[in-house]
């Protein structure tokens, strides 16, 4: 660790969460929409279908539709699992529209309690940047957050056409921030994406495991201050 002079940190999941849980916003959004989702069903529709949804395709260019096509694939197949009709009064369309837009809203996501005190005590030392499987809202997000002027450099999936674990996205954070491998550490909570990735691209991993390992614990692994 002695020679880290840039640390990446995944967004959703090390950095922000969703307080009230992903399928509290999808019963939500489709409340306002006439129909009632059962939360515990709809839960259970989303791990589905995010075990079961390919990977987009690698492109190493900025993907078109900024992955919206395959988030209107993603809902579809939640609405199946759930029972929902492809043909009927509701109007998958414009749920989908307004359930994209709902995770950009205000309060949606929060920081993990630890998260900014930890950011500010390593911005001083360390080039800070964000390697994330995210489209476009992410940099909305972070805006509604205030984290944006902490990190040098934000790198998304959809904008480089590669998503974790593709060594391609590591590659290209590490050029943005003019970085060799053994210079930069990953930190995130996805074993696939975050640690065999970050790793097979040669960089430093920070298994987060919270509530045992958080990003406290990241301050102990580093060195200390000069």
Known sequence: MANIRVIFFDAAGTLIGLPR???????????????ELDPLAA?????????????????RLPREDDDRGWWAEFVDRVL????????????????????????????????????RTVLARLSG???????????????????ELALTPLFRHVVISSEVGA?????????????????EPHEALHVGDEPAADWEGAERAGLHVFRL????LTLEHLLNVLPPPA
């Not at 998503?163 to 970085?179: N, T, V």
């Open 21 to 35: 849980g992903v399928a509290h916003h999808y019963c939500e959004v489709a409340l306002r929409h006439g129909l």
């Open 43 to 59: 839960t259970e529709a989303f791990r589905m279908t995010w075990r079961e949804m390919p990977t987009p395709e690698p492109t």
């Open 80 to 115: 199946d699992k759930s029972a929902v009709p492809r043909r009927g009064a509701f109007d998958r369309r414009a749920y989908f529209a307004e359930l994209y837009d709902e995770f950009t809203r205000p309060g949606v996501w929060e920081l993990f309690p630890e998260v």
């Open 125 to 143: 030392r360390y080039e800070l940047g964000i390697i994330s499987n995210f489209d476009r809202r992410l940099r909305v997000i972070l805006d």
């Open 163 to 179: 998503d974790k674990p593709d060594a391609w996205i590591f590659q290209e954070a590490l050029r943005l921030a003019g970085a």
């Open 209 to 212: 495991k919270r509530p045992d």
